[in-house]
């Protein structure tokens, strides 16, 4: 999230450190979200309108007795954020109807007993054009790549670096103006984690921290525009972009996904 302060560096507010029990209640949230995200992924199906999906999200979340996220989050209107092919991110759900060969990056948020899951993930509406195909293995393979740098020792940079890496290394462009953050009870809270970065720079990565890792990968130039309805961001030139985010604890033992799902 984030689009009108980028600052990686010198975090506004002190990084709260979660104690076992408040990582244990980010696990159980961050499983949640896991869960509902990838029974999205199931359920939908061309022919169906953004809209569709965000009822069937809100439904998800009823029947498992978990509170959406976004729903009035700074005045968000809907449960999830559904964008779709030159969408980036926090696209509002509407009439636009899903077709074969689209590809949709589906984000959603919880809470359950006051902690915050977020996790995102994109995919193909029936068959993608290899061109899409290609960009969303960049975008898991990045994530990936990110989350193995999540470690005691290294600095956020680090993970930052691992991000871009991959994606450009595919030929491909990250997003500047928005990027992953840390989570607890509240969904935003510090750092800031960009999806550029250079290694060995910033924070160094401590344990206790819980980071919802966001990759926003475009096919085409990384510069974005705004919608009119100042959520939905788009490529600027059209092209197709990829969102994916997890949710990872920094623990001795390495990094732990507390949103365990397949991309
Ligand atoms: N879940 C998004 C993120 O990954 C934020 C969505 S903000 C909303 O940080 F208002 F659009 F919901
Ligand atoms: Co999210
Ligand atoms: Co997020």
Not at 132 to 146: T, Y
């Amino acid at each position: 999230m984030l689009g009108d302060v980028v600052n990686a560096v010198a975090p506004q507010t002190p990084i709260e450190l979660k104690s076992p029990r408040e990582i244990d209640l980010l696990r159980k949230a961050g499983h949640v979200a896991a869960e509902i995200l990838m029974d999205l992924k199931r359920s939908v199906a061309a022919g169906m309108t953004t809209q569709d999906v965000d009822a069937l999200a809100a439904r998800m979340m009823r029947e498992r007795g978990v509170k959406p996220a976004f729903l009035h989050y700074r005045g968000y209107p809907a449960v999830v954020c559904a964008s779709v092919n030159e969408e980036v991110v926090h696209a509002i759900p509407g009439p636009r109807r899903l077709k074969d060969g689209d590809i949709l990056s589906l984000d959603i948020g919880i809470f359950l007993n006051d902690y915050c899951g977020d996790t995102a993930t994109t995919f193909a509406i029936g068959k993608a054009s290899p061109e899409a195909e290609r960009l969303m293995k960049a975008g898991r393979e990045s994530l990936e790549a990110s989350i193995q740098a999540a470690v005691l020792g290294n600095r956020l940079g680090d993970v930052s670096h691992e991000m871009q890496r991959v994606v450009e290394e595919a030929g491909y462009h990250v997003v500047r103006e928005y990027g992953g953050h840390g989570i607890g009870r509240a969904m935003h809270e510090e750092p800031h984690v960009p999806c550029f970065g250079t290694s060995g720079t910033g924070i160094r990565l401590t344990e206790g921290m819980a980071l919802a890792l966001e990759v926003m990968a475009n096919a085409g130039t990384a510069r974005i525009l705004h919608k009119p309805d100042q959520w939905t961001v788009e490529t600027e030139d059209g092209s197709l972009s990829v969102h994916y985010e997890k949710m990872v604890a920094i623990t001795d033992r390495g990094p732990e996904v507390l949103t365990p799902h397949e991309n």
